[in-house]
Every structure is written in structure tokens, then in C-alpha cells.
């Protein structure tokens, strides 16, 4: 198996106890503590079967500094989206399973799962972006708070708010053609954003922080706390406009 397809693996290996554990008996916070446990306990085996001297950077695991000197580091979030993973109806939650190569110094690989939908994006093969539609450009936002940077950004581009849950799930959204751009500034963590971003640069989707900087992965500390994902003709007027 290539790292693609380990990723892959991974991914569709969690969405496997996940769909399952969440049409169960658990319920609200007992279902995502149960969730995220099974989907880490999942995707650490299968990277351990296939990747055994790989470190891993994961939501659901201690850090351990021995990743910084890695060549090798994959960046897991076994379940993004833990809201709408226990709301049961809802699709907009996901699996993150990205590999940071230190002779890159960047992410080379990234697949998330949409366990919900029955699909898996990753880099290779690269997604096809949909052509803009009819009608305002789209702007995805968190459904429970939309941030003032997202309202600037919106009206920069004459755009409306779509409110979609997890981080990762918006930032697919860009990438499925539900939204053009989303651009968050509410603060995360290196595995809710790396293998969505992964994803959306191999898709050929501009990828930032607020001040137009790179993303930059494997960090001493996990806190990555803005991103911009957008169509690229329209990154020069959200960079303008949320700066």
C-alpha cells in the first residue's frame, strides 16, 4: 500500500465502527466520547500495521515531542465534527488522516472522510473543484456562530453566510462546491485543518492564515488558529479584505 492508500484505509476504517456506534443505544456526550475513542483506537491500528515507525499527531493521543525530529509524522482527527456526529441526521462531520514528510517540510498526502456520504476525498486522486454556479458567491460559516471575519469576507464578495458544521466538512465543502471560500478565525488545532487542506491544495484551492502566510504543519505547539480556503480568483480579495 502507497501512503494514499493507508490514509485511505485509515479513514474508511473509522467510518466503519462510527456509522455503526452512532445508530446504537449511546446518546449525546457518551456517543462522542465513544466515538472519538473507537475512531483513534481504529486508525492507530491500521497506521501501525502498515506504517510502524511513522510518528502520529492526533487529537485523541498524548503529543509526544519525538515528532519533531520525525521524518515521518501523520496528523489524525479521528472524528471532526463531534456535534454533528451525535445529532444522528447529520452528514457534515468527517475523519482527517494527513502525512507531513519532513524532506518536503510540508504535507504530501491527506485523505477525509465523509462517513455519512460514503466517501473519501484525498490528494491522489486530486478532486475536481465544480464549476461556479448561478447566483452569490457562498462563504461557509459555523452553524452556531458565524465569525465577524467570515461576515467581512462575505461582504467583500457580495457573498451569503452558509452555515455547515465541522472544520473539516467546510473546508470540503470549497472542495465539493458547496461554498467558495471558508475563512475561519476562532481558533483550532493542526489536525482539524490538515488533511481538509491536504485535500483542497492538490484540488488547486488557495490555502492560507489571515495574513496570507503558509500553513505550517508539525509546529511545536498544535494551535493553528486562522485559515483561508477559497477558490484561487478570489483569494487576492479575501486576503485584502480580512488582513
Known amino acids: 500500500m502507497n501512503d494514499v492508500q493507508v490514509a485511505v484505509a485509515a479513514a474508511r476504517a473509522a467510518a466503519e465502527v462510527l456509522l455503526p456506534l452512532r445508530d446504537g443505544d449511546l446518546r449525546d456526550g457518551a456517543l462522542g466520547d465513544a466515538g472519538d475513542a473507537a475512531a483513534q483506537r481504529t486508525i492507530s491500528a491500521v497506521l501501525a500495521a502498515h506504517r510502524p515507525g511513522d510518528a502520529v499527531l492526533s487529537e485523541e493521543a498524548a503529543d509526544d515531542p519525538a515528532r519533531l525530529t520525525a521524518d515521518r509524522v501523520w496528523v489524525v ?21 494527513a502525512l507531513w514528510e519532513r524532506a518536503a517540510g510540508d504535507l504530501t498526502v491527506g485523505a477525509v472522510g465523509l462517513p455519512a456520504l460514503d466517501e473519501v476525498l484525498t490528494t491522489d486522486p486530486a478532486p475536481a473543484v465544480p464549476p461556479v454556479p448561478d447566483g452569490p458567491l457562498r462563504v461557509a460559516v459555523s452553524r452556531s456562530r458565524a465569525p465577524e471575519v467570515a461576515r467581512v469576507a462575505a461582504a467583500a464578495l457580495d457573498a451569503v453566510l452558509v452555515p455547515l458544521g465541522s472544520a473539516g466538512y467546510k473546508t470540503l465543502a470549497v472542495v465539493r462546491g458547496e461554498a467558495d471560500a471558508y475563512v475561519h478565525a476562532g481558533g483550532m488545532h493542526q489536525w482539524d485543518s490538515a488533511a481538509p487542506v491536504a485535500v483542497a491544495r492538490a484540488a488547486g484551492l488557495w490555502t492560507s492564515r489571515l495574513d496570507g502566510s503558509p500553513l505550517v504543519y508539525n509546529g511545536p505547539g498544535t494551535w493553528l488558529p486562522d485559515l483561508v480556503v477559497c477558490r484561487p480568483e478570489l483569494a487576492e480579495r479575501v486576503l485584502a479584505a480580512v488582513r
Open 77 to 97: 482527527d479521528p472524528l471532526d465534527g463531534t456535534k454533528e456526529y451525535r445529532a444522528g441526521d447529520r452528514h457534515d462531520w468527517a475523519v482527517h488522516v
